[in-house]
């Protein structure tokens, strides 16, 4: 069974352009998760999709951060216009959902974002 | 809200020594408890967890913690390390229920040397 997976695995862009991060999750996972890491730092969760409902956004930093889950399969994160403190890495995990006291999260090998 | 607080940034360790990754945490509700690793290259593993019951967990790779409530940590440690134990390790909490958001420390590189 394919893992979560995450393209591209590096990117590099200027400041001011636009940048789409993809991630696919487990096959059947209803629960996508987006976190980052920025350098040295904590893994800090940015939001949390059921199916393609977004569950809980608080730790979106601002809207220039643009999350979806179209057809509740894979997920993008746009960022436009990024600027220099967006470079981290970003991770996406997953988990099936299916209502128990604990869902284990899955994670891909993350998206290492640095904006010059 | 959690907060987890690892207190060892790097820990430089021999093969075969014994190894204790510290970790303590905030939170002003029950949490669940977690330790991942990562090893260069990939993405965050599972280790270990506290849902509830026995405070000592037993993960896989021969890792362990202790759950100690009254003094908010859950350390983690191996009895004797191999080099292929060279990885970044991160503790976790997460509330549970419905809120299965995970916050983690700032995680701890273990280099372990021949």
């Known amino acids: ?116 | 809200a959690q907060s987890v607080t690892q207190l060892d940034s790097q820990v430089p360790v021999f093969e075969e020594a014994p190894v204790e990754l510290r970790c303590n945490y905030s939170s002003s509700v029950s949490v669940y408890l977690f330790w991942y690793v990562q090893y260069p290259n990939q993405g965050l593993q599972l280790l270990l967890k506290y849902l509830s019951g026995s405070t000592l967990v037993k993960g896989i790779n021969g890792f362990e913690a202790e759950f100690n409530k009254s003094q908010t940590s859950f350390h983690l440690r191996k009895p004797s390390v191999h080099i292929s134990d060279t990885a970044e390790y991160f503790c976790a909490v997460s509330r549970g229920g419905n809120d299965y958001k995970l916050s983690f420390g700032a995680g701890t590189t273990v280099t372990v040397r021949a």
């Open chain 1, 1 to 116: 069974e394919a893992g979560v997976t995450q393209f591209p695995s590096h990117s590099v862009i200027e400041k001011g352009q636009t940048v789409t991060l993809r991630c696919d999750p487990i096959s059947g996972h209803d629960n996508l998760y987006w976190y980052r890491r920025v350098m040295g730092k904590e893994i800090k969760f940015l939001l949390h999709f059921v199916k393609e409902s977004k569950q809980d956004e608080s730790g979106m930093p601002n809207n220039r951060f643009l999350a979806e889950r179209t057809g509740g399969t894979y997920s993008t994160l746009k960022v436009q216009p990024a600027e220099l403190e967006d470079s981290g890495v970003y991770f996406c995990a997953s988990s099936q959902g299916l209502g128990l006291v604990w869902d284990e999260q899955f994670f891909g090998p993350g998206t290492r974002l640095t904006v010059l």
